[in-house]
């Protein structure tokens, strides 16, 4: 389990010598605007200890004038009050040895520049550390690993996130900051009340510098040893899934993974206590997307559209720019694997508001030629997103049928439609992109673990993007 408030700020000590008194070199720190859209801009710094004795712990301090606020950041820990923002080292990062240096970046919305940086209360440009003579038994401070722990390389410039910014529904697409329509392509996690070992940093660096993912669905069930089993551990896990795709410049989907019971009104009261914990701890991010029910069953779409006008205001009020994916009748078929009529049906009746999508999910071995066509005229009068597919039958398991899913992946192209596909984890059916075990190995680079699906999916997120 992960603990609880991973990424929330913590107190650190003040910068400590290992070496004897006096004067010695200070560590400095120095900024880089990495780019630049107009609206917002990607910022670095860069901490060097350019003396002769390590520091354990370091705390950069700035100011941003009004208008310009922070966003995502990574490789380090963020508190705020008002536009003052202090950052402070994560727990494998503070150790700077001399000579060495470690760096942190985030993204920011607004045309200000960082002023008044002070690095462990000394000015970021250099100075001198206070002359008073260390205490007798200096504090013991850790030495660096053998094998520093792997850090999170900052997004680039191309990153989905920062190519992109806050995404809206404009027409039937998925819009970037700017208007142009884009299609995001990504994986979505297993359950990960079962396979949390499989959603790592070290995975999912892979995930975005490997495989150049756009985006990460994080699939939470509700039921199925689950959300309602322990609220706050699966709640602290989605915060720290969130915290992990934003640092990789990945956009990230909260799955409130329903199955059943198949109404989603059963687990209303929960919905709406845990969207509206999400959304008031992530509002000032641009990268999450609420997923409010994965797979409605067994309801007409007058129960769904109820229970998504029920929970999407829960997020308005905290979140009021953010994409809400909208569940479809009959395990998200559009209601081609139920009762039928559901395009028609949604599209005469939709959920009141703007930035809505409606969700379709397929697996190719099972959803041939019906689903297919059905998909294809709901994406000419529906705002579609498909956060779940897979080339297998639909219980992700089974022979691929990787003609059938190319004809899916085809279309999606050629009309936008953003994808997730599941499932990144080493579970043992087909539809799982690893082999069993990869997860407790912790190796997840190259092609020699992954099954065929997993290779095939691999193939077709690295494909560049044409944002």
Not at 208 to 213: C, H, P, V
Not at 276 to 290: M, T, W
Request: hydrophobic fraction near 35%; include cysteine.
């Amino acid at each position: 389990m992960l603990a609880a408030g991973l990424l929330a700020a913590v107190a650190l000590a003040p910068l400590t010598l290992t070496g004897t008194a006096g004067a010695a070199a200070a560590p400095t720190a120095s900024f880089t605007k990495v780019n630049d859209w107009g609206s917002g801009w990607e910022g670095s710094y860069r901490i060097t200890n350019s003396g002769s004795t390590a520091i354990s712990s370091w705390r950069l301090e700035f100011d941003l004038p009004a208008g310009t606020t922070v966003g995502s950041y990574w490789d380090a820990l963020l508190t705020s009050s008002g536009q003052h923002h202090t950052f402070t080292n994560r727990s494998w990062n503070g150790t700077v040895a001399p000579g060495a240096s470690v760096t942190f970046g985030f993204v920011a919305a607004g045309v200000g520049a960082p002023t008044g940086c002070t690095l462990n209360g000394q000015p970021c440009a250099g100075g001198t550390t206070p002359t008073t003579a260390p205490p007798t038994t200096p504090p013991t401070t850790s030495a660096p690993p053998t094998t520093p722990p792997p850090t999170t390389p900052p997004p680039t410039a191309a990153s989905p996130v920062a190519a992109n910014g806050q995404l809206r529904v404009c027409g039937r697409q998925l819009c970037n900051r700017g208007g142009r329509a884009i299609q995001l392509r990504g994986m979505s996690t297993h359950g990960i009340q079962w396979y949390a070992n499989c959603a790592t940093p070290a995975s999912l660096d892979v995930l975005a510098r490997e495989w150049n993912a756009d985006v990460l669905r994080i699939s939470m069930y509700v039921q199925e040893d689950g959300y309602e089993t322990d609220p706050r551990r699966f709640t602290d896990l989605v915060h720290n899934y969130i915290e992990l795709a934003t640092a990789r410049g990945m956009y990230a989907i909260v799955d409130w993974h329903m199955l059943s019971p198949g109404d989603p009104n059963y687990n209303l009261t929960r919905a709406r206590a845990f969207f509206a914990e999400i959304a008031d701890r992530h509002k000032d991010k641009v990268n999450v997307l609420y997923e409010i029910a994965n797979e409605p069953n067994g309801v007409p779409w007058s129960a769904i559209k109820s229970y998504a006008e029920q929970v999407v205001p829960v997020i308005r009020s905290r979140d009021p720019e953010a994409v809400v994916l909208v569940g479809t009748p009959d395990w998200s078929s559009l209601g081609v694997s139920g009762s039928g009529g559901g395009v028609d049906t949604i599209a005469a009746n939709p959920v009141a508001g703007g930035n809505l999508m409606y969700v379709f999910h397929f697996y190719a071995a099972s959803h041939g030629d019906t689903y297919y066509d059905t998909f294809a005229r709901a994406a000419d009068r529906l705002p579609l997103f498909v956060t779940e597919f897979g080339t297998q039958d639909y219980s992700g398991d089974g022979p691929n049928d990787f003609a059938m899913a190319q004809r899916y992946l085809d279309l999606m192209a050629s009309k936008k439609i953003s994808w997730t596909n599941w499932n990144f984890s080493d579970d043992f059916r087909s539809g799982a992109v690893f082999t069993t075990g990869t997860c407790g190995s912790g190796q997840f680079g190259g092609t020699a673990r992954l099954k065929p699906a997993g290779a095939w999916i691999r193939d077709r997120i690295r494909t560049p993007d044409t944002f």
